[in-house]
């Protein structure tokens, strides 16, 4: 079972950046594909970004790539999301979550986090 803590979350003004943290429980995170999802008030939960377990590979949203960045300490069992050029839109619950293997499909992940939220002022 792998537990999973966000963190890092808050109010900013469009066109600023913030930092979201996940740390996992589980010492085997190091295998683990690392995502994260957001969920917007009315919307579904939708993919944003994924790293997997080497940190080799990224993939992201066509709407977040080019502003947001995945990234990875295996050594800390954490992963961030630093997040730049943010606009009203991404406003969101964001939420880390692992599996095996990178997907852009949320069900396609097993454990998540509670949530934080982020929340850009026009």
């Known amino acids: 079972q792998v537990q999973l803590v966000e963190s890092g979350g808050g109010l900013v003004q469009a066109g600023g950046s913030l930092r979201l943290s996940c740390a996992a429980s589980?010492?085997?995170?190091?295998?683990?594909?690392m995502a994260w999802l957001r969920q917007a008030p009315g919307k579904e939960r939708e993919f944003a970004a994924a790293?997997?377990?080497?940190?080799?590979?990224?993939s992201y949203a066509d709407s977040v790539k080019g502003r947001f960045t995945i990234s990875r300490d295996n050594a800390k069992k954490t992963v961030y999301l630093q997040m730049n050029s943010l606009k009203p839109e991404d406003t969101a619950v964001y939420y880390c979550?692992?599996?095996?293997?990178?997907?852009?499909?949320?069900?396609?992940?097993?454990?998540w986090g509670q949530g934080t939220q982020v929340t850009v002022s026009s």
């Open positions: 790293i997997s377990w080497s940190g080799g590979s990224t």
């Open positions: 979550a692992s599996t095996r293997s990178v997907s852009r499909v949320p069900n396609a992940y097993e454990y």
């Open positions: 589980e010492r085997t995170f190091r295998t683990y594909t």
